[in-house]
């Protein structure tokens, strides 16, 4: 019997590993995501089931750990050397002149090309076919321990695939973030109100060191292996031979790479990508040159810091100098102060220059730009110019962080843990408002039906609603101004606005959007300070005791109370008449009162978090994992293990229409 699971076990990871094959080197899907997630989901679900055969390589383990302290630095195997660069193709030809001279005249030379990805250089060491160290290139000699967020990377096999797998290798790589990915951070991070990254290498290096593998997992970073360090156990001829061997063992290599037989060929290949470079997925800032036979490359060996066998063609990058008529900061949806660097028109690559980004303050600081510098500004990709360096230093006044929001004048904080971004943090700015709207009519916040995108835009076009409380004078009129709006939509909508005032206090907190409070801690504030007006008075001490109000929490809320707009804000939400107390006798005895429940997968009428409101609004608590103390789990869409365990225990289990009748009074 137990046998028999091991061997299914064994079959599952085989199967999974197959198909990453198939996924990430071969790009041939064989199966769905889908299908994909329910392999997946098996092997979780038995291996939860006995963890005795829980492995390390398992193909599930690949967010594994805590949250870490620090790196540990590492000295690699062998050095990881950089590439010397060549900037022409006259360049390249002397290069191949000295190569060859090297080696003798007469002597066959081969060249392996390879697209030059802009990402992070990573080593990643497997011992008898299995990943156990990933690490940063560092200075070259030593890197960090970055093992738990490689093992995160699904183009990273963690056990090497067939039989002939080397003793010991250290595979070179670069990790790095394909565009979409890049697009797709940046975006979740505005909405956050985050700092943005200011191209996909920087993301992909802040996320590598990130300590939490967690978040690194959710990044999407992605690999191709190049390199060849220490090695052990297998016999390997050309650069070629070990790239072909790379893609047997799964690991994933550039399909673009070539053998080809002579410079010419190489500077031909250059021209080629330098044309189309835009058309990959990814970033490529040149061509890497490698001599294709190792036992040459060991003849010429190496200079102090770099191979003499390989080389890096740059393609020449899109710049261009022009003079900073001014820098101007702009406010973006989340209130996030960036500085713009306005440009003399200026001809990059084909087009009309005008703007560049100066990222945030620090960069402005690291530029030491001042308007009216000569600088040289650069394009990469589709990404908006920035400015590489001042060429002339010839202005005058140093640029000062503004203390007042350029767009409302209101308050600017700075971000404790992010140093680099400065914050507005007026509930009304009109920088922010359509966005804190949205936010404000959200299901889970205000619940305001029918205030979606469209309708929010035009309210704030047309400056009918200058702030939230203005939703709340809103008249049929106003409403039959906007476009394609009938009769029936406005009184939909009027009567929504009106449900909406007798929302409980926590979801009037959420809807506000004050920075770094979420519902659940929406929920906790309204249960500590039972008013509006006593949380708007609170302060730091008062704070500081409840349990799950962290520093910067608290910080954030007594700076957002203590500006005059959000006392505006207030009094007029009051006078439109919404409900600012917490229910009185809010424990609602019921099935419920005393009992631990437990959610596991999802749920259709409402947010895990607002079900766990509802349990503790009847008077029970509510727990992450099951165990004997549990009394009830309530099972939604695709549950996990929590499910089989409950099972197991022999605990009451129900499903999501059972709860809600639980907790719906009976008529
Ligand atoms: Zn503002």
Redesign the pocket.
């Known amino acids: 019997m137990t046998e028999d699971i091991k061997k299914k076990i064994e079959a599952l990871r085989q199967k999974i590993r197959h198909h990453d094959y198939l996924y990430y080197v071969l790009s041939q899907p064989e199966i769905s995501d889908k299908e994909y997630d329910d392999l997946m989901r098996q092997l979780k679900d038995l291996e939860d089931k006995y963890p005795e055969y829980k492995s390390a390589d398992s193909p599930t383990q690949r967010v594994s750990g805590g949250v870490l302290e620090g790196f540990k630095t590492i000295k690699h195997r062998q050095k990881m050397l950089s590439l010397d660069n060549t900037y022409s193709f006259e360049e390249l030809r002397d290069w191949d002149a000295r190569l060859r001279k090297g080696l003798g005249r007469e002597e066959k030379i081969e060249y392996v090309v390879e697209l030059k990805i802009d990402g992070v250089s990573a080593n990643i060491t497997y011992e008898k076919g299995i990943l156990t160290m990933g690490a940063t290139r560092g200075d070259g000699e030593t890197g960090e321990d970055v093992t738990q967020n490689i093992k995160t990377i699904r183009a990273i096999p963690l056990v090497l695939l067939g039989k002939d797998v080397p003793d010991f290798i250290e595979i070179r790589g670069e990790v790095y973030m394909e565009r979409k990915d890049f697009n797709i951070l940046n975006k979740e991070r505005d909405k956050q109100g985050e700092a943005l990254f200011a191209n996909p290498r920087n993301a992909a290096s802040g996320s590598l060191k990130l300590l939490d593998a967690g978040i690194v997992a959710k990044r999407r970073l992605n690999f191709f292996a190049h390199s060849l360090g220490e090695y052990k156990g297998i016999d390997i001829h050309t650069q070629w031979e070990y790239l072909n061997r790379l893609k047997e063992w799964g690991v994933r290599i550039n399909q673009e790479s070539r053998l080809l037989k002579d410079i010419q060929e190489v500077i031909g290949y250059c021209q080629d990508w330098q044309e189309k470079k835009e058309t990959l997925g990814y970033d490529i800032d040149g061509i890497v040159v490698k001599l294709n036979n190792l036992d040459q490359q060991r003849r010429l060996g190496f200079t102090l810091k770099s191979p003499r066998w390989a080389v890096a063609y740059k393609f020449p990058a899109q710049q261009a100098t022009t003079t900073v008529k001014d820098i101007l900061v702009q406010?973006g949806r989340t209130?996030v102060l960036t500085p713009v660097a306005v440009l003399e028109p200026v001809e990059c690559a084909g087009v009309i220059i005008k703007h560049a980004t100066l990222h945030n303050f620090d960069e402005i600081k690291r530029l030491n730009i001042k308007k009216g510098d000569r600088v040289l500004i650069e394009r990469a990709g589709e990404v908006i110019p920035k400015v590489v360096k001042v060429m002339k230093d010839l202005g005058k006044t140093h640029f000062e962080i503004p203390k007042t929001?350029p767009?409302?004048n209101?308050k600017v904080v700075k971000e404790k843990e992010q140093d680099v971004a400065y914050r507005?943090i007026?509930p009304s700015?009109p920088?922010q408002l359509e966005r804190g709207l949205l936010h404000f009519a959200s299901r889970q916040a205000m619940d305001i039906e029918g205030m979606g995108e469209s309708v929010v835009s035009q309210l704030v076009r047309l400056k009918l609603v200058r702030n939230f409380a203005d939703i709340y004078k809103l008249k049929a009129q106003d409403l039959a101004r906007l476009e394609l709006f009938k009769d029936k939509k406005v009184n939909n909508l009027l009567s929504a606005i009106e449900k909406s005032k007798g929302k409980p206090l926590s979801r009037l907190i959420y809807a506000l959007g004050i920075r770094h409070v979420g519902e659940k801690a929406a929920y906790v504030l309204a249960r500590e300070f039972k008013t509006l007006d006593n949380l708007a008075r609170a302060k730091r001490e008062d704070l500081d005791k409840i349990y799950d109000v962290g520093e910067v929490m608290a910080e954030s809320i007594v700076d957002y109370f203590s500006q005059d707009s959000t006392k505006k804000l207030i009094a007029a939400l009051k006078e439109a008449g919404l409900n600012t107390k917490e229910e009185s006798g809010e424990l609602k005895t019921s099935f419920l009162s005393g009992k631990t429940v437990v959610f596991t997968g999802g749920l259709k009428e409402y947010s895990r978090t607002q079900a766990e409101e509802l349990v503790r609004r009847h008077g029970g608590n509510t727990s992450s994992n099951v165990s004997k103390d549990t009394d009830l789990v309530v099972v939604g869409d695709s549950p996990g293990s929590k499910y089989e365990k409950a099972k197991r225990l022999g605990i009451k289990i129900i499903n999501e229409k059972e709860f809600l009748n639980l907790i719906t009074p009976k008529r």
């Open positions: 406010v209130g929001c767009v409302c209101g507005c007026n700015c920088a």
